[in-house]
């Protein structure tokens, strides 16, 4: 049987060809009949993975009786260190095999362990797997120091996977740096606008879930024409094996919550640094500014309360931060009744117990009522006046970047006099000084306020309404000030809302606007229950004020 095997897929000296030319050869010479009995093993490190573990190979080898030679090309193709040969050898003894090598720096080599009395072939697979623990040693310190040495590189890209967002392309001069990916940019965009416009993390992954755009992990598996999917962690010691990885809350903070965004390059999950402190730069094309990073970032730290979990009734509630107890002044939040209650009837209630303070009047009011009486107020105040989008222009602050840096030199603070030699010391010194170097730099940047652009969309509050989701249409309700007071009732059987209940008021940007609308719509039908006072709109159906 003929075992091919190849670490890295574009390697053309140690093509497969070439090897099943060789196993091919060295068969021939022994009269080893190999028939199409053959183990290819692609993109697989023997570093990484046992004989056994491989997915060709370990079919076969738990599979004895269907051969009796085992054939690669040289040594490494098989193990990398003397475990995994002590391993692969006490196999071949166990089930009488023969293991070939075609080419080898003596040759051919050729262990038969169809004898378990002769020793020496165990001892030749000892100081040869010896030999290649040894060579897979040294190319792993070459590549760590490598790798070491062009994180340091500005804009150049050591390979692996790019961050979401960028892909690699040549650099002039040789190697390669990140440049924008126009398959992923917009999905960035998308995510940001969504955000602003109040959405979820939660709500904006199950938008993309919904639109079947891929996850970063699977992006990155199609565009090496892989297979999507894969292995992940389950319950504690579980192991969980899926075709997809469906975009979730934290990708979606991980994503634009990562210095890689700026084109940063990290290592540990910590910006990599030259040596006057700045961060080193994997790309000339960031997709966003320090500006809009640190604006989404605070976006994120406002709402890290409504991002624990996908199923929060704050997700789905309609009213959330817009209905209030008129008892108290408190907010009412959705209740819902437990599996043993006898009703379904999802209601708001006074959330003066969770605060721990008395309300003598708590109030209580369904669900249903609640929502289609703020629906039918909101519109027929706002719905329709023009639906203007707002611009946020990110200002400048350089606290949070300050605060990062800090963190990084207290911690490095904390490792001195940790170093033993001279070497050391002065590396230490060395990283201690392009940190404070950075603070300096840092703490004379000027903070810039941020400022606001109102952009006209030609489109009414009823059009946007009507296509937005709950959480959009609650992000409306809080962005133009809308609150709901409720006050408690009185015992009876009200099969309808009573309206004397229930106070509707916006106190925000289209005030003036609407207080407008309404008053030439006053004038125009004299309706007696809408009442303008000053530069505030108060509207109550059924009571005065």
Known sequence: ????????????????????????????????????????????????????????????????????????????????????????????????????????????????????????????????????????????????????????????????????????????????????????????????????????????????????????????????GRETGGKTGGKAGETVTRERFAWRHGTVKSVLTSERMLGWKTHGDKPVRDSEGRPVMATAEPIVTREEFDAIGALFAARSVDNKHTDRADTVALLLRVIECAGCGGRMYLHRPSSKSTTTTETYKCGSYTRGKPCDSRATLKRDWADEYAEREFLRLAGQVEYTETREIPGYDPAPEIEATLAEYEAHQEQQGQQKSSAGKQAWQRRADALDARLAELETRPKVEPSREIIKTGRKVADKWRDADPAGKRAMLVNTGAHLSVKRGTRGGWRTLDESRVRFTMRGELDDVIAELLALSESLTDRPDVRVIGARLNIREGATS
């Open 1 to 224: 049987m003929s075992a091919l095997r190849l670490s890295v897929l574009t390697d053309e000296t140690t093509s497969p060809d070439r090897q099943r030319e060789a196993n091919g050869g060295a068969a021939a010479a022994l009269g080893i009949d190999l028939a199409d009995r053959e183990a290819v093993d692609l993109g697989v490190s023997a570093s990484k993975t046992t004989p056994f573990e491989r997915p060709e190979l370990g079919a076969w080898l738990r599979r004895p009786d269907d051969f009796d030679a085992l054939c690669f090309w040289r040594f490494d193709r098989a193990v990398r260190s003397m475990d995994d040969m002590q391993k692969l050898s006490t196999w071949a003894r166990d089930n009488r095999k023969m293991i070939v090598f075609a080419e080898g720096p003596g040759g051919r080599l050729v262990l038969d362990f169809r004898n378990p009395l002769d020793p020496m072939a165990q001892l030749m697979v000892t100081l040869f797997a010896f030999a290649a623990q040894m060579e897979a040693q040294s190319i792993r310190e070459r590549v760590i120091s490598a790798q070491a040495a062009m994180r340091t590189m500005s804009l150049r890209w050591r390979g692996s996977r790019p961050p979401y967002g960028y892909m690699p392309a040549p650099l002039e001069g040789g190697g390669w740096t990140l440049v924008q990916d126009p398959e992923t940019v917009p999905v960035i965009e998308r995510i940001m606008k969504e955000l602003i416009d109040g959405k979820t993390a939660a709500a904006i992954a199950t938008g993309l879930n919904t639109d079947d755009i891929p996850s970063p992990r699977d992006y990155w598996s199609l565009k090496k």
